[in-house]
């Protein structure tokens, strides 16, 4: 039997704006500057990153909570136009959007404007996205949970998660911040960076002197595999046990961009794994795929051809 090729994402969709402007003088009301109304710029933004990579690499199918707004038409229609597979709930909560108000031919960012409403969905908003994954993931072959802490991902939504890729016998990959890693014991792999791994050791009270104390704490608390990215020293992985699988250098010096590396990271080692790839040469793909993506301007994504 052929193991299925998509890959589910489920998590905080968000979207990134850009309103350009224009300098044309200083206001006579509050020294402050006049900007000429240009247009706006949207693209995906929080969990739909990951998603964009996955979509360079094969099908992609999403599952996330957006409004009946602007915003929300835009990543209906964006996901229909990228041909991505999309299950979006409504709970009456508003699109999250992050704009950046930007001057000038540089953009120069001036200021970012956030509309969001991060209260945990409710149960029935809860009991759907469950019913919705398990709907899925016999289509797909890994599940992805991107958290942004932004409402979707509450204790109820990650223990349905973890049910759900246990029945349907797929890995079930995650990146969480801090306060959620708890709710993802027993995953198949977490992907913090240093600094999030760190944070969650402190919760426990526990000071980690090297990169491999740090693993071992983490993968032994949470029984999951771990993957610490470390930013210009690389990424290490260790196994549930907390032993060092591999360590993977940094393959560039000076990034142009790093905004969106860790999607990156995550959607490297989705689209290996479910290509058959073990968890070591997934985490290779990845490091491979975000040295290429750090390079160009922008938001990091994988292109065609990155793995």
């Avoid at 949207?42 to 999403?62: D, L, Q």
């Avoid at 704009?99 to 029935?124: F, K, N, Y």
């Avoid at 079930?172 to 760190?198: C, H, Q, Y």
């Amino acid at each position: 039997m052929t193991r299925p090729r998509d890959i589910l994402l489920v998590g905080d969709a968000m979207v990134d704006a850009y309103l350009r402007t224009e300098p044309v003088g200083i206001s006579d009301e509050a020294p402050v500057a006049v900007l000429d109304w240009v247009g706006v710029r949207r693209t995906f933004g929080g969990m739909m990153n990951v998603a964009a990579s996955c979509a360079a690499c094969g099908g992609v199918r999403v599952i996330g909570v957006i409004g009946d707004d602007e915003p929300g038409q835009f990543l209906r229609e964006e996901t229909q136009r990228c041909e991505m597979d999309a299950h979006w709930l409504h709970d009456g909560r508003p699109t999250v959007e992050k704009t950046r108000v930007v001057a000038g031919d540089q953009e120069t960012m001036l200021a970012r404007l956030d509309v969001e409403e991060t209260t945990p969905i409710d149960d029935r908003t809860a009991e759907e996205l469950i019913a919705a994954v398990h709907d899925t993931l016999p289509r797909c072959g890994v599940l992805l949970v991107s958290d942004y802490r932004k409402g979707a991902i509450t204790p109820t939504v990650a223990r349905g998660l973890l049910a759900a890729a246990k029945d349907h016998g797929v890995p079930i990959l995650v990146d969480a911040k801090p306060e959620s890693m708890d709710w993802f014991k027993g995953a198949t792999l977490l992907t913090p960076n240093e600094r999030e791994a760190r944070l969650f050791a402190q919760q426990y009270g526990i000071e980690c002197a090297t990169t491999d104390e740090l693993g071992k704490t983490l993968a032994t608390t949470l029984d999951a595999a771990v993957l610490i990215t470390r930013s210009a020293e690389g990424m290490t992985v260790f196994d549930k046990a907390g032993n060092r699988l591999a360590h993977f250098d940094a393959e560039v010096d000076r990034p142009l961009s790093t905004s969106g590396a860790g999607d990156v990271v995550m959607a490297a080692i989705g689209v290996s794994m479910v290509r058959g790839k073990t968890l070591t040469e997934a985490v290779e793909a990845a490091a491979r795929s975000v040295a290429k993506a750090i390079r160009r301007d922008g938001t990091c994504r994988i292109e065609p051809g990155d793995l």
